[in-house]
């Protein structure tokens, strides 16, 4: 399991993703004060292996990931859904991922054409705005917690246009 610090984004803090003994697998800068709103994820060496920006012409929101350099998916809020948000990761090929749960407040599941792949939950961690991510074993665990972190991004812009009154 790996632990995200949740909100941080709406301040462009930098923080840390570990694993459940507390020990640092990533730093996550977060340069969400950029017009691109960016976060870079370094290795425990402080090299950059995945980023995340905001796409600044879409439709809805959108933000690429990026792996190693290379583009590795674009993760798309749904434009309807009446019940609960939904995005999704789109992966060059056919293996999209699905995100949908209560979004807002960190209770949702990653699928792949049906099947759990990941899940997220505050419920697991007894820290204040902190959340678990479980991911399923032979899944790219990096371009999970990017995307996770993109629809925390998407999550954050929304509530501060819904506090600005936009």
Known sequence: MYIIKARLFDIGDDFDITDDQGRRLYHV????????????????????????????????????VTIGGEKAAEVRKHFF???????TVDIPGPDDLEISGDLLDHEFTVERDGREVAAASKRWISIRDTYGVRIAEGEDHLLILASVLALDLAMARDADKKDAGE
């Open 81 to 87: 859904t009446p019940f609960r948000e939904k995005f």
């Open 29 to 64: 800068d977060g340069k969400v004060l950029t017009m691109r709103d960016r976060l870079v994820i370094e290795d425990a060496s402080g090299r950059e292996v995945a980023a995340v920006h905001r796409h600044l012409v879409a439709l809805r929101p959108t933000y690429q």
